[in-house]
């Protein structure tokens, strides 16, 4: 890998390493994700995979190797951490939104008290997210009020809204009732053709089918393999990638 | 099929009116009935003769005698008009709070309204003059209510308006020397109901920033903050109140320089501070160990640093959670002001004994005990009440 800093690599990570007391989940990560690159992780539960995108804005430590998220390192500051955490937003399996608040206010609230952005703008943004996500009606509603899919999707407009030039995915649909994982995936989809960078972990085949640029197989807490979703789908070269595949698309 | 899409099915009806219900519940088995006539019985063999004994040999008058002093003690008769002010100021607050938060002030407005419209009844009925002034308060509380519901920017007012309410209502009673229409009088004249309600309001409010800081303190990473809360805790946690209120009455006044010794009130509120904090402390925490790990994830995924996480996403959910735990201290510790007793202050229940001691009305215990249980019970009741409704008004986003 090119040592000098490319303006084109927005993540670095360099043999990334992390134990759970004396597991080891992550062993020696290493990889370089482009600006606007569409990254899916897939993978078997406990490969990893989750940990490794907590790892990248920091609501996991790693011990060993060195993350670089936009030019700064990540590290024991808690400065550079909250600064790169304005710059990367991110989507949880438990959409975890803030029940107290209604939608609005959810996605008003990081705008206006990390960067200061005026109420009125921060209220516009947020209705114009609302409407991008379908949602434009729910904005005085209350979390606890709204469907599975239709949280998630505030979940997609409460980390936009901070406008991030990374967002992670952290298996966004696998809460989700089948006939609301679709219309998650649809504003997914739309915001990977906006030219977002993302790093998703999920097990939708079809999403990463139709945008990832590259699929990354996580095992163990190693990369097996990776590649276009052609060559991961077509040619796989890992039994272990083959076996998993085959298990996740026979129906 | 269509018939059951076309009609509007309701629940069955389990119960119909109150005969059945009688049946159901009283007289279903021969063992039932049983049991319902002899606990009838008994209820009737106990209550009898305490109807006889109110209806024809208790002496009432002591009560009305000495209305003045169970409501505010020794305080000087020609300065209650301050009393009253208080109460005015109170009313519009509860107004004002009711026209702008509506739902959730809502159950808090309806007690005061009642007890206001009962008080003007009363007052009426047995012909005293203060039925002029209750009618004030509650033509005050609805004045402010639409106030409330027009005034632009209310919310903050009206929390601007509770919050100075405490330094207030202490100014007034309390006076200063160098306020000509403000006279101060001596603590040691306020007593009954006052007093009892003024420690009340002062040792929660006090203690609940108090404990909110202990209780984050308690989950600190910071092993100095840590180890002194739960430090501060436990000490106080395993001493009874009274020992406390001993602490503060006798040992204080040596910690402090001559010039700032605190007189025996303000002393019963400090040991009452003290002491409530150290259970706020542990309500607090109990709501903040329910708040999910996610909800931290998120706020700090969004870049809210450690302190923005706590005020604006943890701790309003952690409050509204021990909202039944917070009134439940607030209750027990209204209770406990009896203790002040102890330590020289007038409060309701030694009111009550040093009317016991008036030669005109020996051996009225029992009159003069059941009026400050009534008192006691009444003031719990409207609070369990209004702080129900709170707690269902803020429930929104739990559903």
Redesign the interface.
Known sequence: MNETNNQEEIIICRDVHKWFDQFHVLKGISLTVQKGEVIVIFGPSGSGKSTFIRCLNRLEEHQKGQIIVDGIELGNDIRNVEKIRQEVGMVFQQFNLFPHLTVIQNITLAPSWVRRTPKAQSRELAMQLLRRVGIPEQAEKYPAQLSGGQQQRVAIARALAMQPRIMLFDEPTSALDPEMIKEVLDVMIELAKTGMTIVAVTHEMGFARAVANRMIFFDKGEIVEQGTPHQIFNEPQSDRTKLFLSQILRH | MAAIDSVDIRPPRLVVGPLAWLRKNLFSTWYNIALTLFAAWLLFLLIRPAIQWATTEARWGVIEANLTLFMVGQYPRDQLWRVWLTIFVLAGLIGLSWGVWKNVARGFAFIALGAGVSFIAIALFYQWDVWTQWLIAVAILLAFYFIGLYLPRGALITALGWFLYFPFIFLIIAGSKYITALPSVASNLWGGLLLTLLLTVVGNFGALPLGILLALGRRSKLPVIKYFSIGYIELIRGVPLITILYTAAVLLPYFLPIDFRPDQVVRAMIGLIMFEAAYQAENVRGGLQAI?R??Y?????????GA?TTV??IL??AL?AVIPALSNSFISLFKDTSLVAIIGLFEIVRISRSILAQSDWLGTHREVFFFAFVIYWLFNLAFTYGSTRVEEALG????
């Open positions: 999910d996610g909800q994830e998120a706020a700090h995924a969004l870049g809210l640093n923005q604006l996403i309003p959910q509204r929104v986003g739990k559903r």
